[in-house]
């Protein structure tokens, strides 16, 4: 297991506005973010749901 990403194979840096997602330079293998954007997405699409459940 990567000490740095602990498996995740992506680095999230907290900010201010939000995070910074960027492949970890200790995995050779695996910088692909596909995994990471699908789950932005479906968080995305979970929340843009429960703004509409209120109305």
Request: aromatic content about 0%; some cysteine.
């Given at each position: 297991m990567c000490k740095l990403c602990h498996a995740k194979k992506?680095?999230?840096e907290h900010t201010g506005i939000g995070a910074v997602f960027h492949p970890c330079p200790n995995?050779?293998?695996?910088n692909d973010l596909t995994p990471v954007?699908?789950?932005?997405?479906?968080m995305l699409t979970a929340g843009k749901a429960g703004l509409n459940a209120r109305d």
């Open positions: 992506v680095i999230v995995c050779r293998s695996g954007i699908q789950r932005l997405e479906q």
